[in-house]
């Protein structure tokens, strides 16, 4: 599951207290390393692996190498470091020196910006140096998210805070870098272009493991002089080098250019707003490509949310929404104008940017742009405009466009949200009706007995234990009615033989070589001793028309977003079940299946589902809203 973790004993030989201060006055850099340790430290060491790789640069005469450490429950990793204490250590030539020990994390508390811009202020003043780089590392959430989740206090930086506490240090940054996932937003850039030159940032989530720390600094201690362009591109090259669990992105961005790009994206909105409240069908439209663009860290009914993160590529997200609209309604030369204003724009900004296979089409940088408003209460959707402080932002695009989507959604609900009515099971065939535009139709099978836990409780209730997209459908010309029909001896998921789940992934492109797919399940920890809730993400290849689908990695339901946790053969998995509550609703429940995986990434195959009788059968639609209607469900 999570890397094991080598410990290295010669830094812990070395893990020395020293007086603070007194960097030399010819270092070149000085790398301010704030690492908010949060559950990646306490639950896999992540942030202790990281630490041992800048050990492994053997000189740094040319570097500083500063560190403040704390924010998670975590008092002896395996380089002694006590994470329940804010501490600050300097990496010198392949030893740590711990130079202060500020207290109790619990009272100083590391996801405030002021604990921040304190250690900011402090190591550029003791630590001098030509250029000053800022690494963030911990959790991260995008412009509505935040960064850095201390584990401890449970508190969160907003990108607002974040933004003044950058400001507060008084110091123009050379690069400014988030360690973190989904930070690589064009908001991220409009909050943090006054005070740095470069950001280094992922637009999707990051695996465990995070950047190498040893390429790089090694890289920047051999060429001192290197441009802030070049130090991102050897961080990137050193991230995507590792050949992470799939999928990854990193980008460089000339912070310079985002105000350019700001202003464009302003135009856009602009162009853009008088859509949204045109007509069902023009709001349809947008949904539709906003469906179609690569998302990150996208929600759906597999994990509800009332603050989405809701990120999409924005470069794909312009170019599909442009030409969507300009099909289904002819030429708007002021919608062609500003599109192509914010591509020139983003080309400009974005220098340098790697993506692995299945995020291939990431062009570098997102923006916020909502894909399920189903999921929104109208106060958490208000919440989500005031994205970093509105100032931060294109105006229109917050203060018009957003909201002008969002008010057309909640007065045209009824036409905008698909329904579905399942018929009783005739033979072997299982059918339904849909109503209004959907997104995707589920079909699922289950058991008239099975074993589901709430909590830590079990009970027995009927379930569904396997589901899949329905694709045999008809539509009657000129009506908002298709008409479903599943051929119930088709084969089913399976993952090394035990039923599963297999739900379209909306953080994967669609209509591309490689399909994205979830499957609900929760993975055990070992070191916690309990099952923590999320889904395995699978890839769908296609090689010669041959079909192959593989489990990547692991997704835990984390706010902010985790990383992605690789996966490893002997790590237990428990399946969920799709149960109905005493109340009527739906929702994924960990089961009594578990399976013991038999390597790193195994295989989902599909085989024949033993339907029984008094199997309980349903139909799922999900539609455009992000709303999801579950048909009565039927017996087999």
Same mark, same amino acid.
């Given at each position: 599951?999570?890397?094991?973790?080598?410990?290295? /004993?010669?830094?812990?030989?070395?893990?020395?207290?020293?007086?603070?201060?007194?960097?030399?006055?010819?270092?070149?850099? &000085?790398?301010?390393?704030?690492?908010?340790?949060?559950?990646?430290?306490?639950?896999?060491?992540?942030?202790?692996?990281?630490?041992?790789?800048?050990?492994?640069?053997?000189?740094?005469?040319?570097?500083?190498?500063?560190?403040?450490?704390?924010?998670?429950?975590?008092?002896?990793?395996?380089?002694?470091?006590?994470?329940?204490?804010?501490?600050?250590?300097?990496?010198?030539?392949?030893?740590?020196?711990?130079?202060?020990?500020?207290?109790?994390?619990?009272?100083?508390?590391?996801?405030?910006?002021?604990?921040?811009?304190?250690?900011?202020?402090?190591?550029?003043?003791? *630590?001098?140096?030509?250029?000053?780089?800022?690494?963030?590392?911990?959790?991260?959430?995008?412009?509505?998210?935040?960064?850095?989740?201390?584990?401890?206090?449970?508190?969160?930086?907003?990108?607002?805070?974040?933004?003044?506490?950058?400001?507060?240090?008084?110091?123009?940054?050379?690069?400014?870098?988030?360690?973190?996932?989904?930070?690589?937003?064009?908001?991220?850039?409009?909050?943090? #272009?006054?005070?740095?030159?470069?950001?280094?940032?992922? =637009?999707?989530?990051?695996?465990?493991?995070?950047?190498?720390?040893?390429?790089?600094? #090694?890289?920047?201690?051999?060429?001192?002089?290197?441009?802030?362009?070049?130090?991102?591109?050897?961080?990137?090259?050193?991230?995507?080098?590792?050949?992470?669990?799939?999928? &990854?992105?990193?980008?460089?961005?000339?912070?310079?250019?985002?105000?350019?790009?700001?202003?464009?994206?302003?135009?856009?909105?602009?162009?853009?707003?008088? *859509?949204?409240?045109?007509?069902?069908?023009?709001? =349809?439209?947008?949904?539709?490509?906003?469906?179609?663009?690569?998302?990150?860290?996208?929600?759906?009914?597999?994990?509800?949310?009332?603050?989405?993160?809701?990120?999409?590529?924005?470069?794909?997200?312009?170019?599909?929404?442009?030409?969507?609209?300009?099909?289904?309604?002819?030429?708007?030369?002021?919608?062609?104008?500003?599109?192509?204003?914010?591509?020139?724009?983003?080309?400009?900004?974005?220098?340098?940017?790697?993506?692995?296979?299945?995020?291939?089409?990431?062009?570098?940088?997102?923006?916020?742009?909502?894909?399920?408003?189903?999921?929104?209460?109208?106060?958490?959707?208000?919440?989500?405009?005031?994205?970093?402080?509105?100032?931060?932002?294109?105006?229109?695009?917050?203060?018009?466009?957003?909201?002008?989507?969002?008010?057309?959604?909640?007065?045209?609900?009824?036409?905008?949200? !698909?329904?579905?009515? &399942? =018929?009783?099971?005739?033979?072997?065939?299982?059918?339904?009706?849909?109503?209004?535009?959907?997104?995707?139709?589920?079909?699922?099978?289950?058991?008239?007995?099975?074993?589901?836990?709430?909590?830590?409780?079990?009970?027995?209730?009927?379930?569904?234990?396997?589901?899949?997209?329905?694709?045999?459908?008809?539509?009657?010309?000129?009506?908002?009615?298709?008409?479903?029909?599943?051929?119930?001896? !088709?084969?089913?998921?399976?993952?090394?033989?035990?039923?599963?789940?297999?739900?379209?992934?909306?953080?994967?492109?669609?209509?591309? /070589?490689?399909?994205?797919?979830?499957?609900?399940?929760?993975?055990?920890?070992?070191?916690?001793?309990?099952?923590?809730?999320?889904?395995?993400?699978?890839?769908?290849?296609?090689?010669?028309?041959?079909?192959?689908?593989?489990?990547?990695?692991?997704?835990?339901?984390?706010?902010?977003?985790?990383?992605?946790?690789?996966?490893?053969?002997?790590?237990?998995?428990?399946?969920?079940?799709?149960?109905?509550?005493?109340?009527? #609703?739906?929702?994924?429940?960990?089961?009594?299946?578990?399976?013991?995986?038999?390597?790193?990434?195994?295989?989902? #195959?599909?085989?024949?589902?033993?339907?029984?009788?008094?199997?309980?059968?349903? *139909?799922?639609?999900?539609?455009?809203?992000?709303?999801?209607?579950?048909?009565?469900?039927?017996?087999?």
């Amino acid at each position: 599951m999570l890397r094991i973790l080598k410990c290295l /004993a010669a830094s812990l030989g070395a893990l020395l207290l020293v007086s603070c201060g007194g960097g030399s006055t010819n270092v070149t850099d &000085t790398v301010l390393v704030y690492m908010v340790g949060s559950n990646l430290e306490s639950d896999g060491q992540a942030a202790s692996t990281n630490i041992e790789q800048m050990l492994a640069v053997s000189r740094t005469s040319q570097v500083n190498i500063v560190l403040e450490t704390g924010g998670a429950d975590s008092k002896a990793g395996p380089l002694g470091i006590d994470w329940t204490h804010v501490q600050r250590y300097l990496v010198s030539n392949g030893k740590l020196l711990q130079l202060q020990d500020l207290g109790p994390d619990s009272g100083i508390d590391m996801g405030r910006g002021s604990t921040l811009r304190d250690f900011l202020r402090w190591g550029v003043s003791h *630590y001098p140096a030509s250029r000053y780089m800022l690494v963030l590392w911990d959790h991260g959430g995008g412009p509505n998210g935040g960064f850095g989740s201390d584990e401890i206090t449970g508190t969160t930086m907003t990108l607002e805070q974040l933004a003044q506490a950058v400001q507060g240090s008084g110091t123009r940054y050379s690069v400014i870098g988030f360690d973190a996932c989904l930070m690589a937003d064009v908001e991220v850039a409009s909050a943090l #272009s006054p005070y740095a030159h470069y950001l280094v940032a992922s =637009q999707d989530v990051e695996p465990s493991e995070g950047w190498d720390y040893t390429p790089w600094l #090694s890289a920047l201690q051999a060429l001192p002089g290197a441009s802030g362009a070049v130090i991102g591109r050897d961080i990137v090259d050193a991230y995507l080098g590792q050949k992470l669990v799939d999928p &990854t992105t990193l980008s460089v961005v000339d912070l310079q250019a985002v105000p350019t790009l700001v202003q464009a994206m302003d135009s856009y909105a602009r162009a853009l707003q008088p *859509y949204a409240a045109r007509s069902v069908l023009a709001w =349809q439209v947008l949904a539709d490509a906003r469906m179609r663009s690569l998302d990150f860290m996208g929600q759906n009914f597999v994990q509800p949310s009332t603050s989405p993160t809701d990120l999409v590529d924005e470069l794909l997200w312009v170019g599909n929404t442009q030409s969507a609209l300009l099909k289904s309604f002819g030429a708007d030369s002021a919608l062609s104008t500003a599109a192509d204003g914010v591509i020139r724009a983003t080309q400009a900004a974005v220098v340098y940017s790697r993506a692995s296979y299945s995020d291939s089409q990431a062009t570098g940088l997102s923006v916020y742009f909502p894909a399920l408003m189903a999921n929104y209460p109208s106060i958490d959707y208000a919440g989500h405009l005031l994205i970093g402080g509105q100032s931060a932002f294109a105006s229109s695009y917050v203060n018009a466009l957003l909201p002008a989507y969002y008010d057309f959604y909640k007065a045209q609900q009824p036409q905008l949200t !698909a329904s579905v009515t &399942t =018929q009783p099971v005739s033979g072997a065939s299982f059918d339904a009706t849909v109503t209004n535009s959907f997104d995707a139709v589920l079909v699922a099978a289950g058991s008239p007995s099975c074993t589901v836990y709430e909590a830590a409780s079990p009970a027995q209730q009927p379930c569904e234990e396997t589901m899949q997209p329905a694709t045999t459908y008809t539509h009657d010309p000129g009506t908002p009615t298709w008409q479903f029909s599943f051929d119930l001896s !088709a084969p089913w998921p399976t993952l090394q033989g035990a039923a599963v789940a297999l739900l379209p992934d909306p953080s994967v492109l669609r209509g591309q /070589a490689s399909l994205g797919y979830l499957i609900p399940a929760e993975l055990w920890n070992p070191n916690r001793q309990f099952f923590m809730a999320g889904y395995l993400r699978v890839v769908m290849t296609d090689s010669a028309g041959v079909e192959s689908y593989a489990v990547t990695g692991f997704q835990p339901t984390l706010t902010p977003s985790g990383r992605t946790l690789g996966l490893q053969r002997g790590d237990v998995v428990a399946l969920d079940d799709f149960v109905q509550g005493s109340n009527g #609703s739906w929702s994924f429940q960990r089961s009594s299946r578990t399976v013991t995986l038999d390597s790193a990434e195994p295989q989902v #195959s599909f085989a024949a589902y033993p339907l029984v009788a008094a199997s309980p059968l349903t *139909y799922l639609v999900s539609d455009l809203t992000g709303a999801l209607d579950v048909g009565q469900t039927q017996v087999y």
